[in-house]
């Protein structure tokens, strides 16, 4: 499938698999909302049976939505869990691969040199983990003044390789632009930061597969 990295290993290959399809369903109907079960099956190399079997499941776990249109077809539409469970399934996905490191350095390397273009500063990151020490890494090597990590709930932690560790969302609203680093619900956290700053100013890597149209209805 277009756009997705090869899994590192045969012991993962079936949830892998079970997760790069559900992907592939996810980001086919966000692009086009009259896709049928053959399209799908087609694009994805999938038996139509199967094809079907896992749009079934997405509906049933409330990911996607039904509504039938004219000449008996049906249009298909991702719901804001739906949204939210695409981006988390890619990060999850793109984590296990053995090109996360390459990926998550380039698109932090141009996010940050955007920030620097623009003079945005300060910028912090938003949310600690394998993402955020890449930022900071890229940050360090451009020269970037990265002082600061936002977390949504409190760790215990003061400190992230040798940034600030602050706790609440609300605080974005202290930083001139803000990186998403956060994967473990990374289009939850482009929501609700969507709510506190311009949707302009909140950068998002784009291997996340972030929505800026999915927030909650």
């Not at 049976?49 to 077809?73: D, E």
């Not at 974005?172 to 956060?182: G, K, R, S």
Request: proline share 5%; charged share 20%.
């Amino acid at each position: 499938m277009k756009g997705l990295f090869v899994p590192p290993s045969k012991t993962d290959s079936i949830s892998q698999d079970q997760a790069e399809i559900t992907i592939g369903i996810l980001s086919a109907i966000e692009r086009d909302s009259s896709v049928t079960q053959r399209s799908l099956a087609q694009d994805m190399g999938i038996a139509l049976g199967m094809a079907n079997a896992y749009l079934k499941r997405c509906v049933k776990k409330g990911l996607v939505k039904v509504s039938q249109v004219p000449a008996n077809r049906y249009a298909y539409y991702l719901t804001p869990k739906g949204f939210s469970e695409k981006s988390r399934l890619t990060a999850e996905f793109l984590s296990q691969s053995f090109n996360f490191f390459r990926a998550a350095r380039m698109e932090c390397s141009n996010l940050l040199a955007l920030c620097a273009n623009r003079r945005w500063t300060p910028v912090a990151l938003v949310g600690p983990g394998d993402l955020a020490e890449v930022a900071v890494l890229c940050a360090r090597d451009s020269g970037m003044d990265l002082t600061t990590v936002i977390q949504a709930l409190d760790s215990g932690q003061a400190s992230f390789q040798g940034l600030d560790l602050i706790t609440g969302l609300e605080r974005v609203v202290d930083f001139e632009a803000v990186l998403i680093t956060d994967m473990q619900t990374p289009q939850e956290t482009f929501d609700k930061l969507a709510l506190l700053i311009p949707p302009e100013r909140i950068l998002t890597p784009e291997f996340l597969h972030i929505s800026r149209n999915g927030g909650p209805a």
